[in-house]
Nanobody, 115 residues
């Protein structure tokens, strides 16, 4: 059974940083492209960043230059380093497959950016 467990969220002031982690089990992690997504209150879930098995990355325009996605295949974990956080980055952040059918979503991790 596939399980995705996100962690690392919290309350941070604008301009601050957070590092999110997503531990995956039940899938062959190393061959899967993985992505981070977020859902703000009253909005649909949106793509934030993705990374392929070979390390190719892509980012939403709104986070380019501020967020960095990375992965550790030995730990079946994907990370999202978030710098220069803005109020509009407030959302629940999720990980899931990228460039392929989504698997069951985890509970996400809340990121709240305050002024």
């Amino acid at each position: 059974q596939v399980q995705l467990v996100e962690s690392g969220g919290g309350l941070v002031q604008a301009g601050g940083s957070l590092r999110l982690a997503c531990a995956a089990s039940g899938i062959i992690f190393s061959i899967n492209a993985m992505g981070w997504y977020r859902q703000a209150p009253g909005k649909q879930r949106e793509f934030v960043a993705g990374i392929t098995s070979g390390g190719y990355t892509n980012y939403a325009e709104s986070v380019k230059g501020r967020f960095t996605i990375s992965r550790d295949n030995a730990k079946n974990t994907v990370y999202l380093q978030m710098n220069s956080l803005k109020l509009e980055d407030t959302a629940v952040y999720y990980c899931n497959r990228w460039m392929g059918p989504a698997v069951d979503w985890g509970q996400g991790t809340q990121v709240t950016v305050s002024s």
